[in-house]
T-cell receptor, first 112, second 114 residues
C-alpha cells in the first residue's frame, strides 16, 4: 500500500531558528516527490519537486533533500519567519497510481 | 483567471439538504482532483478526472457524493442529503496531466452542515 508518513506532527520554533521536517514513503515505483505549503484557510502551494536522480533542491530558504534508497525526504527551513507558519505536506507520485499520495502534514508555528 | 477558482468559498447548509460545489480549473489542465480536508486533518482524496472521465470513484465516501466535469473544464461536486460529518473544506486541484505534474489548488469551499 502506498503510504507517506510525516514527522513531527507539529512543531513550534522561534523566529530566526532553523528546522527540519521529515517525510518517509513506501510508494513504489517512485515518480516524484513534492513539498507543499498550506497556509491556514488556503489551498496548498508547491514549494519543490524532486525526481529520482535529485538529492537536494533549494527554493529560497527552503531546501529539500531526497534519499531514494531509504525512501526518505526532508524539508529544511533556514532562518524561519513568522510567515513560515503553515502546514507542510509531503506528496509522492508513483506506485502505479494516477493519484499522488499525500502525507498528513507537519504543522509549523513560528513564534516571534 | 490565472488560478483554480472554487465557489462558493463558504457554505452553511442544514442537515438533509443537497449542496453543489463548483471548481473552475486552470485552462488547458486535463487533470482535475477533488479532496476533502477535515479540521486539523490531512487531505483525503475523493475523485479525479482525466478530461471529462472519472476512472476511479472509489474515494467518494458514500453514494451521497457525486461529481461531474464538462467541457474538460468546470467540475461540480454534489453532496446529497448532507450530514454533519460532511462538514469540511473541499479542495479542488488541477494539473496539466495526470502523472506527477504539479497540482495547483483552489482556495477551497468550507462546508458547514448544521
Amino acid at each position: 500500500k502506498n503510504q507517506v508518513e510525516q514527522s513531527p506532527q507539529s512543531l513550534i520554533i522561534l523566529e530566526g531558528k532553523n528546522c527540519t521536517l521529515q517525510c518517509n514513503y513506501t510508494v513504489s515505483p517512485f515518480s516524484n516527490l513534492r513539498w507543499y505549503k498550506q497556509d491556514t484557510g488556503r489551498g496548498p502551494v508547491s514549494l519543490t519537486i524532486m525526481t529520482f536522480s535529485e538529492n537536494t533542491k533549494s527554493n529560497g530558504r527552503y531546501t529539500a533533500t531526497l534519499d531514494a534508497d531509504t525512501k526518505q525526504s526532508s524539508l529544511h527551513i533556514t532562518a524561519s519567519q513568522l510567515s513560515d507558519s503553515a502546514s507542510y505536506i509531503c506528496v509522492v507520485s508513483g506506485g502505479g497510481s494516477y493519484i499522488p499520495t499525500f502525507g498528513r502534514g507537519t504543522s509549523l508555528i513560528v513564534h516571534p | 483567471g490565472a488560478g483554480v477558482s472554487q465557489s462558493p468559498s463558504n457554505k452553511v447548509t442544514e442537515k438533509g439538504k443537497d449542496v453543489e460545489l463548483r471548481c473552475d480549473p486552470i485552462s488547458g489542465h486535463t487533470a482535475l482532483y477533488w479532496y476533502r480536508q477535515r479540521l486539523g486533518q490531512g487531505l483525503e482524496f475523493l475523485i479525479y478526472f482525466q478530461g471529462n472521465s472519472a476512472p476511479d470513484k472509489s474515494g467518494l465516501p458514500s453514494d451521497r457524493f457525486s461529481a461531474e466535469r464538462t467541457g474538460e473544464s468546470v467540475s461540480t461536486l454534489t453532496i446529497q442529503r448532507t450530514q454533519q460529518e460532511d462538514s469540511a473544506v473541499y479542495l479542488c486541484a488541477s494539473s496539466l496531466e495526470i502523472r506527477g505534474a504539479e497540482a495547483f489548488f483552489g482556495q477551497g469551499t468550507r462546508l458547514t452542515v448544521v
